[in-house]
């Protein structure tokens, strides 16, 4: 079935600095791939998501690529602040066959220094 | 319009007891996930609910946990006889599938469970 890796687990920037996040995943019939943001002591949400037709969309800082011939897909963050400090966890659909459900990478720690 | 609402907000209850966690998702979301969020720790899914399909239980770590989905809607889990290693922020999300597979997930705010 799908597997999610997420790398690293932890990442520490300064402000201004840009922050890469990698996910890789194993079946090649996944076709969305979703990034969520989780802030200390709040539920995750949604900040970019990327279907496997496009290899890269942006929105403002944020942009994810998408390789499909390596099943990787990266979140790139420019110019970070100390408010992108939060934990980041990546996704990928399970083939329809084990429900399509959505399967989540490990999470990245990202601290932005001031 | 209204999220994703989970009840209680906390619960602290003694090891052995029985509790419920309630999930009310976004009116006409056909899917619904629970996980299970030790502190510091990643989202370890337990169930998922699709339309009127048989619900994905590969995620329960024991037969203590059990849930259900009434009415293609409110979701309940249950934990029979809580241990202390069940303490955890235990959230709920729903989705509406898209054409092309698209399946954004809008969580709840969690219910913590500590058990003593």
């Known amino acids: 079935g799908e597997n999610v890796e997420q790398h690293p687990s932890t990442l520490s920037v300064q402000e201004g600095d840009s922050a890469v996040i990698k996910c890789t995943y194993s079946?090649?019939?996944?076709?969305?791939f979703p990034w969520y943001k989780q802030e200390l002591g709040k539920r995750p949400q949604l900040i970019i998501d990327i279907r496997s037709n496009v290899g890269e969309k942006k929105d403002q800082r944020i942009a994810v690529t998408l390789n499909k011939t390596a099943k990787h897909f990266s979140l790139h963050i420019t110019e970070t602040q100390p408010e992108d400090s939060a934990v980041y966890f990546c996704a990928a659909i399970s083939p329809l066959w084990q429900g399509g459900k959505l399967i989540f990478g490990q999470g990245t720690e990202l601290s932005v220094k001031p | 319009g209204a999220g994703v609402s989970q009840s209680p907000s906390n619960k602290v209850t003694e090891k052995g007891k029985d509790v419920e966690l309630r999930c009310d998702p976004i009116?006409?979301?056909?899917?619904l996930y629970w996980y299970r969020q030790s502190l510091g720790q990643g989202l370890e899914f337990l169930i998922y609910f699709q339309g009127n399909s048989a619900p994905d239980k590969s995620g329960l770590p024991s037969d203590r946990f059990s849930a259900e989905r009434t009415g293609g809607s409110v979701s309940t889990l249950t934990i029979q006889r809580t241990q202390q290693e069940d303490s955890a922020v235990y959230l709920c999300a729903s989705s509406l599938d898209r054409a092309g597979g698209v399946k954004t997930q809008y969580f709840g705010p969690g219910t913590r469970l500590l058990v003593l």
């Open positions: 009116s006409g979301h056909t899917a």
């Open positions: 079946d090649s019939a996944s076709n969305y």
